[in-house]
């Protein structure tokens, strides 16, 4: 009978147990959601105030109360707003291999798209020598704790400070610029007791998504040779007019003795001067016009094409995002 006694409170005890652990289960899961939520909202409401920074703080506290793959749109988005290119790329990637199949076709094709982008706009380093446990950061960003599983990327032709920590101190600090695609491996066997301050990496920027240089040379000698045209036409138009001026000139001087048709025959050389000045000048203004109006196109040419590159180089500094990526768009809801 005790034996059957004791049984009985051991069970009634382990079913309280049970019963509060999952009380507090229910509650630790609620306060997280409402965490989230309170996380999400600001974020949002950062974002449309084109507060990114402040908005991908809030989104990543979201994530951290309750992740959803979803999130990783949002800190993308304001990743690469803020030219953050190399956390960007990550928060993409991440998007795309942990939303997988839930993920809208068309969406997928459009985050490929930027992913493509991305890529040629940032470098990306690993670290060898460092202890376990080492810290790194870029930018005062926390980026990743050694053993790294993944390279970590940087926005290229941007000097970057590389941080290393352990229990907070800095062991290892190292300027670092790198061209979109290039690797690097930094080595950091130094004394943790020793802070060491490396020298500044100097790496030679060269144009993002391998844009040759000539090519804008050829546009400026475009818009050289535009202004050379208008200035010949200009200057042809100024000789129509200097010619026009001789030929009206001439005709007020011989209009009192050639009131008919017949003339003195002691004016027939001044008629013919007359007409030969005013052939000269409808040569010259044609000339001179078609001359300035080519020196003009030229230069209009050139300008929508610089135009047109700067928007290029635009994409290569802040991603376009398409007709769906507004710069107004958050995903996910809680």
């Not at 309280?16 to 959601?33: E, F, M, P, Q, R």
């Not at 391998?210 to 138009?237: C, D, F, H, R, Y």
Request: aromatic share 6%; hydrophobic share 40%.
């Amino acid at each position: 009978m005790e034996i059957k006694n004791k049984f009985i409170i051991l069970s009634l005890s382990m079913s309280l147990c049970l019963s509060v652990l999952l009380v507090n289960g229910k509650s630790y899961a609620d306060n997280n959601d409402k965490e989230a939520k309170a996380a999400f909202d600001k974020g949002s409401e950062f974002f449309e105030n084109q507060q990114y920074n402040d908005a991908a703080i809030q989104f990543k506290t979201a994530y951290n109360f309750k992740p959803s793959w979803k999130l990783f749109y949002n800190i993308g988005q304001c990743e690469a707003l803020l030219k953050r290119y190399g956390l960007a790329l990550e928060a993409f990637e991440s998007y795309i291999s942990d939303g997988g199949d839930d993920i809208a076709i068309e969406r997928q094709e459009e985050i490929l798209s930027e992913i493509k982008k991305l890529r040629n706009l940032v470098g990306s380093f690993d670290v060898d020598g460092a202890e376990d446990g080492t810290d790194i950061f870029i930018d005062d960003i926390k980026r990743g704790t050694t053993p790294l599983t993944a390279s970590i990327m940087i926005s290229a032709g941007i000097e970057h400070t590389i941080t290393a920590k352990i229990d907070d101190t800095i062991i290892y600090t190292q300027v670092l610029k790198l061209n979109g695609q290039q690797h690097k491996v930094i080595d950091i066997h130094v004394d943790a007791t020793k802070p060491e301050q490396t020298d500044e990496t100097e790496i030679s920027e060269m144009p993002l998504q391998n844009v040759p240089v000539q090519k804008e040379k050829s546009m400026s000698s475009v818009k050289k040779a535009g202004l050379i045209t208008i200035g010949i036409g200009g200057a042809i138009l100024i000789g129509g007019v200097i010619t026009g001026a001789l030929a009206m000139s001439i005709n007020n001087d011989v209009k009192d003795d050639c009131s008919t048709r017949n003339c003195l025959p002691d004016r027939q050389g001044d008629l013919d001067k007359r007409d030969n000045l005013a052939i000269t000048t409808n040569i010259l203004l044609g000339i001179g016009a078609a001359a300035a109006i080519t020196g003009v196109l030229m230069i209009t040419v050139f300008d929508k094409r610089k135009k047109r590159k700067k928007r290029q180089e635009k994409v290569s500094i802040a991603p376009s995002f398409g007709n769906n990526f507004a710069g107004a768009i958050i995903e996910g809801r809680f």
